[in-house]
């Protein structure tokens, strides 16, 4: 059964740093991972898509990669402004496009002005 | 392009009485999956849709249940609400094939049973 865990679950820093959010999985045998931020009480906003012949995605001041055979991905997130305070979630798919996607917990993160 | 639309945004229930919330996905997908998202449990998958055929489920109980149309719009609805439906019922919607399964989420439906 494919468990994603995420870690940190809360992080705070100072605006400017730069920042690494964890995520692992139990399964190596994915199809994709999807990295989502949600504000509060608002739904998910898609960031970085990898697919599972990659090893990294890049947008703007975001960084994704995956090491799907140690069952790993990082969002590397650069100069970090108090807009990026949110819910950022790991979510993974298993072999096929419908298999149910699994998300992990997520990490609080919070950039203090 | 218009993103995913969830209707309502908000609704208030009872115990015991049944809603439905509906999802119209994105131009040209045809996938809907809906999840449910509690602050103890964090999202949970409940079902997926596609061409009006329900692919995947989740472990819900019978009282969830959905459909979707033939213009790939979806419907989820539960009956015989409880305390602890209280949740954001999210929708998301993907093209559905492999190797595209990328998904754009709604905003959500935020239901409060009392």
């Known amino acids: 059964k494919q468990e994603v865990t995420q870690i940190p679950a809360a992080l705070s820093v100072p605006e400017g740093e730069n920042l690494v959010l964890n995520c692992s999985f139990t399964?190596?045998?994915?199809?994709?991972l999807q990295w989502f931020r949600q504000d509060p009480g608002k739904g998910l906003t898609s960031l970085l898509l990898?697919?599972?012949?990659?090893r990294e995605q890049t947008s703007g001041r975001l960084n994704a990669s995956l090491d799907k055979s140690s069952g790993r991905s990082t969002l590397y997130i650069a100069a970090s402004q108090p807009g990026d305070s949110a819910t950022y979630l790991c979510a993974v798919s298993k072999k096929t496009s419908y298999d149910k996607v699994i998300f992990g917990p997520g990490t609080s993160l919070s950039v203090i002005p | 392009k218009a993103g995913v639309t969830q209707t309502p945004r908000y609704l208030i229930k009872t115990r015991g009485q049944q809603v439905t919330l509906s999802c119209s996905p994105i131009s040209g997908h045809r996938s809907v999956s809906w999840y449910q998202q509690t602050p103890g449990q964090g999202l949970q998958f409940l079902f997926e849709?596609?061409?009006?055929?329900?692919?995947n489920k989740g472990n819900f109980p019978g009282r969830f249940s959905g459909r979707q149309f033939s213009n790939s719009r979806s419907e989820m609805n539960v009956s015989t609400l409880e305390l602890g439906d209280s949740a954001l019922y999210l929708c998301?919607?993907?093209?559905?094939?492999?190797?595209?399964?990328?998904?754009?989420f709604g905003s959500g439906t935020r239901l409060t049973v009392v």
């Open positions: 990898i697919q599972s012949s990659q």
């Open positions: 998301a919607s993907s093209n559905g094939r492999e190797g595209g399964w990328g998904y754009t």
């Open positions: 399964d190596s045998a994915i199809y994709n």
């Open positions: 849709y596609f061409s009006e055929t329900q692919r």
